[in-house]
């Protein structure tokens, strides 16, 4: 068997036990990669969480699963203001780290990971925008980059879900909750991936739930130098995702760009010229091939697939559509970055 990565995880969140580890643990992801340890605030629910999943340690504190020196990397699925301020322990601990996004609450906060990242040069740091390793994505930005469907000229994305469940930490904005952070953060940067460029300017509007103060229905507007992308999220609205990528000749769609499902085929949509092809993508798992791509740049000290500066500049880009947003009610007003 290959070297493997030993991997330990900080939390028990409901994507790791029914995501992230799942995936890690498919073949052929797990050859580099394997899930050892997890940890919680509750020692109990960590040891549920090992017998359920069949992991060897369990932990009651995210202390103990760092001070473990059988430990190479950790995957942290905590709360978003938790992410810098374990992130920075566990490099502090030895450990390699995929943190989930939004890496901060603010870009500044972001740069003080980076800080941090710099007086541990060994070791890999990125941000788990998984959606950006399946075949799909790769495919799409082959299709941006190569014109099949001409110059990129503007894209459109609509991601929501509902949910009113009070004790989510959805509804925390002390936490870093909300529309946003939670699922606008996708849009922004699949937009900067396939632009290969940052915004010059954005637009924003924040509809906010009065009884939770954290914005609900979101809509941007991202001006780059070549086009536009626009989209809306919502975590009080009927649940769909759709991506639309539009050239000078033709168009890609994407059908589930994000919650990729990993027990069917993927579809896409290519169309130049009034043709239009149905892509099928093998099933496989973001998540893994997430996990397998880290875990390899560990063993062969590669460079990690994104930069932890892509996610300095995506919580940029969030931070003026907030700012837009906040300074003119509910129209916004434009925000120059």
């Given at each position: 068997?290959?070297?493997?990565?030993?991997?330990?995880?900080?939390?028990?969140?409901?994507?790791?036990?029914?995501?992230?580890?799942?995936g890690m643990r498919k073949s052929p992801?797990?050859?580099?990669?394997?899930?050892?340890?997890?940890?919680?605030?509750?020692?109990?629910?960590?040891?549920?969480?090992?017998?359920?999943?069949?992991?060897?340690?369990?932990?009651?504190?995210?202390?103990?699963?760092?001070?473990?020196?059988?430990?190479?990397?950790?995957?942290?699925?905590?709360?978003?203001?938790?992410?810098?301020?374990?992130?920075?322990?566990?490099?502090?601990?030895?450990?390699?780290?995929?943190?989930?996004?939004?890496?901060?609450?603010?870009?500044?906060?972001?740069?003080?990971?980076?800080?941090?990242?710099?007086?541990?040069p060994r070791l890999k740091l990125m941000?788990?925008?998984?959606?950006?390793?399946?075949?799909?994505?790769?495919?799409?930005?082959?299709?941006?980059?190569?014109?099949?469907?001409?110059?990129?000229?503007?894209?459109?994305?609509?991601?929501?879900?509902?949910?009113?469940?009070?004790?989510?930490?959805?509804?925390?904005?002390?936490?870093?909750?909300?529309?946003?952070?939670?699922?606008?953060?996708?849009?922004?940067?699949?937009?900067?991936?396939?632009?290969?460029?940052?915004?010059?300017?954005?637009?924003?509007?924040?509809?906010?739930?009065?009884?939770?103060?954290?914005?609900?229905?979101?809509?941007?507007?991202?001006?780059?130098?070549?086009?536009?992308?626009?989209?809306?999220?919502?975590?009080?609205?009927v649940p769909h995702q759709r991506v639309?990528?539009?050239?000078?000749?033709?168009?890609?769609?994407?059908?589930?760009?994000?919650?990729?499902?990993?027990?069917?085929?993927?579809?896409?949509?290519?169309?130049?010229?009034?043709?239009?092809?149905?892509?099928?993508?093998?099933?496989?798992?973001?998540?893994?091939?997430?996990?397998?791509?880290?875990?390899?740049?560990?063993?062969?000290?590669?460079?990690?697939?994104?930069?932890?500066?892509?996610?300095?500049?995506?919580?940029?880009?969030?931070?003026?559509?907030?700012?837009?947003?906040?300074?003119?009610?509910?129209?916004?007003?434009?925000?120059?970055?």
């Open positions: 068997m290959d070297k493997q990565i030993r991997w330990g995880i900080l939390g028990t969140a409901l994507i790791a036990r029914e995501a992230v580890i799942p992801y797990d050859r580099h990669a394997r899930v050892t340890a997890i940890a919680s605030r509750s020692l109990p629910q960590a040891e549920a969480v090992t017998r359920k999943l069949s992991i060897d340690k369990a932990y009651g504190s995210y202390e103990e699963l760092l001070a473990d020196n059988q430990i190479d990397a950790v995957y942290i699925p905590l709360p978003n203001h938790l992410h810098v301020p374990y992130s920075i322990q566990a490099l502090e601990s030895g450990k390699h780290v995929l943190c989930e996004k939004p890496i901060a609450l603010s870009a500044a906060e972001a740069e003080t990971l980076v800080a941090a990242a710099r007086r541990y941000e788990a925008f998984m959606y950006r390793h399946h075949p799909q994505w790769l495919w799409a930005r082959q299709m941006v980059d190569e014109e099949r469907i001409g110059p990129l000229r503007t894209i459109q994305t609509i991601f929501s879900y509902f949910d009113e469940n009070p004790d989510r930490i959805l509804h925390y904005p002390e936490w870093g909750g909300g529309a946003l952070m939670d699922i606008g953060c996708y849009p922004i940067s699949l937009s900067r991936f396939l632009f290969h460029a940052e915004p010059t300017r954005v637009v924003g509007t924040l509809e906010h739930d009065p009884r939770f103060g954290v914005d609900r229905l979101t809509s941007g507007l991202m001006e780059f130098e070549a086009g536009t992308s626009i989209f809306i999220c919502a975590t009080q609205l639309n990528i539009y050239g000078t000749r033709g168009r890609v769609e994407i059908e589930i760009p994000f919650n990729a499902p990993t027990d069917r085929p993927c579809r896409a949509w290519l169309d130049v010229d009034g043709t239009i092809e149905e892509l099928r993508f093998e099933t496989c798992d973001q998540y893994g091939i997430q996990a397998d791509l880290f875990s390899r740049a560990i063993l062969e000290d590669l460079p990690v697939p994104t930069p932890i500066s892509d996610a300095v500049a995506n919580m940029r880009v969030i931070d003026a559509l907030v700012k837009s947003g906040r300074q003119s009610g509910q129209r916004g007003g434009w925000e120059s970055l």
